[in-house]
């Protein structure tokens, strides 16, 4: 059963692809590989009009969160999306993902969603709250994923050829983009609920390996802002058109509130 609810640290490593290699080596015997296998992982991120989400990410406050869709590999008819809601805490990130097909994720972010569960109204009141989400950049990576053989909430992610675009984010389309990540990096993502491994973090150590801060949405939107990609400029290649706008009345975001409130109650 896919999970739908994640609680974690991750931690974040740039590794040479010696470094990985060894890696590779040492966790055998302690990690199984996903069993779906590398996969390249497409995602299109949502943010206000005025970039709000990522500007407040990059001034790293205790509270931030992201909107995104998610789809390994090119999307096709028929294949559903995962519509996530990321936020972190004090360093505690909190996920919830939600399957869903194409068209009912787009109404969601538009604000016109009829949520169904839980999830779904975590998302639909966050969504809200903003007033409004249009797409924000396209961000895929090629991924092989492991999980402990002894705790399968323990896992391990190596991404590559992490790239982005601000045309064409429509995740139905290719995958190309422009790389964010340094030429013969690798991307390392542990996940866990609690400490690391002692064998982990031996090989850390004696590989002078220390956890870096790296967003992927954070690095292209950086990318964007020195290259002069202003949000008017990106704006005439959005398939999606910009959401109205009713859900900043007071009224509806505090019945919104409420319905949330009593769900969770």
């Not at 016109?112 to 779904?120: A, C």
């Amino acid at each position: 059963m896919m999970q739908l609810t994640f609680k974690r640290y991750e931690i974040k490593y740039q590794l040479t692809e010696d470094q990985c290699a060894r890696l590779m080596q040492a966790m055998e015997p302690y990690m199984t590989p996903d069993e779906w296998g590398p996969s390249t992982v497409c995602n299109v991120y949502y943010d206000t009009p005025t970039n709000l989400l990522i500007r407040r990410s990059l001034d790293k406050p205790i509270y931030k969160e992201k909107v995104r869709i998610r789809t390994y590999g090119k999307l096709k008819p028929g294949k559903p999306v995962f519509l996530e809601l990321k936020k972190k805490s004090e360093g505690v990130v909190y996920k919830r993902r939600a399957t869903m097909d194409s068209v009912r994720a787009a109404q969601f972010l538009h604000g016109e969603g009829d949520p169904q569960n839980q999830i779904e109204r975590e998302l639909d009141f966050s969504i809200k709250r903003y007033g409004g989400l249009v797409p924000a950049a396209y961000i895929a990576y090629d991924r092989e994923a492991f999980y402990a053989n002894d705790d399968h909430e323990f896992r391990m992610t190596f991404d590559r050829r992490v790239r982005y675009r601000t045309q064409d984010m429509d995740l139905s389309m290719g995958d190309e983009g422009t790389q964010i990540l340094p030429d013969g990096k690798v991307l390392l993502e542990v996940k866990c609920a609690g400490a690391m491994p002692l064998w982990l973090v031996r090989f850390l150590s004696k590989e002078h390996i220390y956890k870096t801060s790296f967003s992927k949405y954070g690095t292209a939107y950086q990318q964007m802002v020195t290259q002069g990609l202003g949000r008017r400029e990106t704006a005439r290649h959005l398939r999606v058109a910009p959401a109205p706008t009713p859900w900043t009345q007071p009224k509806l975001l505090r019945r919104t509130h409420e319905r949330l409130s009593t769900a969770v109650a």
